[in-house]
Structures are given as C-alpha cells and as structure tokens.
C-alpha cells in the first residue's frame, strides 16, 4: 500500500469508467459493485465518537493492507482540491469529500480512508463513509457480473480479519436501512442523448422509480444529470439475493433501457438526421473554438459529439478520447493540469484551452 500522502491518482491516465470497451459501451459508460459493511462491536460511524471512529479507521486499515498493493489516503488530512479529485475519478463519494455525517456532524477533518488500485483504479474502498466499509468494484460498459465476482473476492479477504456486523434474521447490518441485508448495490452510467433529445427521459426516469430503482446524476446521489450521463441503482437489498438483483439489473432492466436509447438514437438519424447532424456539429464548433465555457456546457457539447462518434457522424476520432474529456473539464483535473488553483473566470479560459487542443482533431 502507497504510504499516506505521496501515492496519488496519475493525472491525464484513464480510469476505469472511461475505457469505451466491454458490453453495450455505446451506451453504457460503467458498471459498479459496491458492499456495504460494518465491524462487529464497534459503534456505527453515525453513532460513534470521533475517538471511536479513529479507531475503525486504523482497524480497517491494516485488514485493508492484507488485500494487495493499493493507494492509500487519509481523506481528512488531503486538501480539498485532492479530494475534489478522488470525487471527478468516481474513487469516492462527495459525502466522504466532504466528511459530513448524519444530523449535519462533523467536517473536512473527520477520520476517514480510501484506498484504491492503481492504475487501473477499478478496485476502491472508502472507510468511514457512512458505513465503516464501502467496497466498490467498477467495470467499462456492462458488466455487474464481472463486478461483483471481483468485490466478492475482496470482501473474503477482507473478512478473513475483520468480524463484520451481521444477523441471521436480517443479513449484514448497516448505517441506512435500505442497505441492510445483502448491504449491495448495482449501478450503471448510462449516456442517454437520443432518449434526451427526444423527451423521453422523463418516461424512463418514472419507469425506473417504479421498479424500485434509484436514478441519480453523474456526480451521484442528490445531483441532477449533466452530460445526460444517468445512473441508475437498485434501492432495494432485503428480501430478494444478490443473484436474483444481479439478474434484474443486468438481464433485464439496463438492457430495455439500452435498446430505448439504440432507437433513439436510429429515430434521430433516420427521420431527424439533418437536425441531429446539425446539433453535433454545433457542438463540435463550440468545442473547437470557444474561448470560455463552463463545465455543464462543455458536459452538454461533449456529449452530443460523443453520440456523434458512436453513431458515425463524425469521423477519425476514438470514443476514449471523448470519454476523456468529460473527466478532463472537471474542476479539479483543471487545477492540477494548471498546477495551482484556479478562478471561476481562470477555470472557464483553461477548460475551453484544453477542449480546443483536443477537439481539433475531430470532425
């Protein structure tokens, strides 16, 4: 494991939910695994006192040090631009950037870890959020299977050392009510332009909801969606196994979604093709030649000349290198591509900088 403080994220190397690659990656950019677990005999870290919680941390820790070679960081000593960081990379949430606990609690400073795998940082496990385990295992395009064998063999490893909170009756114990049981949930990111353009995403989103199902935005829980990149999770982990969410989510609900968004996308071209053409070059000209742009609007250009490439009405350009640039106008990869925190107006001139140089090679 990287000691504490200088074992960081490689700036400009591509994470995981980017690669472009695997099953439905037209649509889908990620799927994610991720458990839910807390120690036996050890206060929850809603409940527990700072002392406590410091405790759990170095606990974790060394369990976590017997899993392989990971980076570590101790999220409340790293600065904000760094965690900001973490947060753009999907290695960690925005509540455990912030460090923010039930009842509106703690701060920055509270005891808190992440480690992560690198450089593929597809393995991440966030200590002290707000359960004291939150393992995550990501994939590119479809594939919870593959997730959830890979965050199986982690959480076994984990448990050869840690006793973890669990009941007969109700399964492994947890902070938050909805994740008690098998304490799981199975997202994807979906890139969903042509439901979008259309005005279909509002029947998708009801639909979803009333399959029990949680749809959020890019940065996650409580955000709207830009990019019109959605995630979509299961809210429900008691009464029904891994298995059987694993079947639903994979076989049966993300796939209905896709084939909606594939038609879409085959409306717009066959019977809107001029419009749509137009709609991605205007956007591939903002990219190219705009001297200030803020992130949701570069999030927005981005993702019509992303279904542009997918589709074939643009040519010569690799999708990674789009996926790319939905990380590289984040706020934080901004400042540490400048070296130095940056300006509301100063980030606005760097990310158009940065799209210009990389768009125009595309078109």
Known sequence: M???GNSR?????????????????????????RLARNLAAHRFVPQADRVQRGQTLDICRRAIEQVGPLMWVDVHRAGEVERQLLVERQLMSRQHARGKLAGGIGGPDEPRGLAASLPDEQLSIMVNEED??????????LALASALAAVDVIDDRLERTLEYAF??????????????????????????PGLKMLGEIDKVKRAAEDMSLAVRGFYGEGTEAVGDLYQI??????????????????????????????HARRVLVEKRRATTIDRVYRSLGILKYARLIATDEAMEHLSLVRMGVVLGLLQGVDVRAVNMMFLMVQQAHLQQHSGRELTQHERRTARANLLRERASAIG
């Not at 994220?9 to 695994?33: A, M, N, Q």
């Open 2 to 4: 990287g000691s504490e």
């Open 9 to 33: 994220p490689v700036y400009g190397s591509p994470t995981e939910w980017l690669r472009g690659d695997g099953p439905g990656c037209d649509v889908v950019f990620s799927s994610r695994v």
């Open 132 to 141: 004291h385990l939150r393992i995550q295992v990501m994939r590119s395009g």
């Open 167 to 192: 009941s007969p009756r109700f399964g492994y114990l947890t902070a938050c009510p909805t994740n008690v049981g098998t304490g799981i949930r199975f997202s994807v990111m979906l890139h969903l």
């Open 233 to 262: 999770s299961n809210q429900t982990t008691l009464g029904k196994t891994e298995q059987v969410l694993l079947q639903e989510m994979e076989s049966e609900i993300v796939p209905k979604v896709i084939d909606y968004e594939r």
